[in-house]
């Protein structure tokens, strides 16, 4: 990837949790809403992929200490420990320009095995989220049990204002992560060819204020650019494979989540200050994109 490019790299987790599971554990139709990354510490898991439950598996691996595991979002999996296992697992997406989905373009599901620093030092990263939610002792299934596309109790916590460094460590582990993956499943710019060749001047500068301010409009945009409205659309299909209003919008999203997870304002004055007009349209556009409502956002589990 560019380095001129990491500005615009947005990483988020969904959650990460601790597993120790015993011999002849199994956990029937598990499903998630994001990718998800397991890295096996002790004993070995067995995991099989369907496209709907009790389905056929397109996909089973065996995975055993020191390996990982990239799992894709929208899947049902059944996961078994013959023997045994430990592992720790992390829902992980990583989207450029808030609209490219990097992990698509990694190709997932995939084993792999990264080298020993790394492991130790994800492994680490993670214990200590882990930690950050409460000390909760590591889960499991206990004996057989069938989810019917139901999700496992992991929990990413969201800190609030006044925990910086809770913030910091968790886009550390994410980043580090992301970086595991991008380097170990060498995505070699399959998917992302436009991004590669490199921005116009002005569109990373419009970009950059996005970023900055989301509330703007498209026409300030483009006039702040000096480009015309169809130049504008054209740069955008090229480079990033999306309108700008559908950008727009996105990011939009996108720092919603932000504010909603780092502050204490309420849902009005985030909808407000990323550029929602209608409180009513920000909920059912952020439930529709998300599953859940704003105010669930910021109280998982809700």
Request: proline residues 8%; glycine residues 10%.
């Amino acid at each position: 990837m560019d380095p001129a490019l990491l500005p615009y790299l947005s990483i988020r987790m969904s959650g990460v949790a601790r597993h120790a599971w015993g011999p002849g554990d199994a956990l029937l139709g598990l499903s998630a809403d994001s990718p998800r990354l397991w890295l096996v510490t002790a004993g070995r898991l067995h995991a099989r992929l369907h496209a709907a439950p009790g389905g056929d598996a397109p996909f089973a691996a065996e995975v055993t200490v020191g390996e990982a595991l990239l799992l894709p979002e929208n899947t049902y999996r059944d996961v078994r420990t013959p023997h045994g296992a430990c592992w720790l697992s992390v829902g992980l997406t990583a989207t450029l320009f808030g609209a490219v989905d990097l992990l698509a373009a990694l190709g997932p599901p995939r084993v792999f095995r990264p080298p020993p620093p790394d492991v130790a030092l994800i492994s680490s990263l993670l214990e200590r989220l882990c930690a950050e939610q409460g000390d909760a002792p590591p889960w499991r299934p206990g004996g057989v049990r069938e989810l019917a596309g139901a999700s496992t109790p992991d929990g990413m916590p969201r800190e609030r204002t006044g925990d910086a460094a809770a913030l910091l460590l968790r886009d550390a582990a994410g980043r580090a992560v992301f970086a595991l993956l991008w380097r170990e499943l060498g995505a070699g710019g399959a998917g992302l060819t436009p991004l590669m060749s490199g921005l116009p001047a002005w569109l990373s500068s419009l970009l950059s204020r996005v970023a900055r301010e989301p509330s703007v409009a498209l026409t300030e945009l483009a006039a702040a650019a000096g480009v015309t409205d169809v130049q504008m659309r054209r740069a955008f299909r090229r480079h990033l494979g999306i309108t700008p209003s559908d950008y727009l919008l996105r990011a939009r999203l996108d720092a919603a989540c932000r504010l909603l997870e780092t502050t204490d304002q309420s849902v009005a004055a985030v909808a407000g200050r990323v550029g929602f007009e209608s409180l009513s349209y920000f909920t059912r556009l952020f439930k529709r994109t998300y599953g859940h409502t704003p105010a669930q956002h910021r109280r998982p589990g809700a």
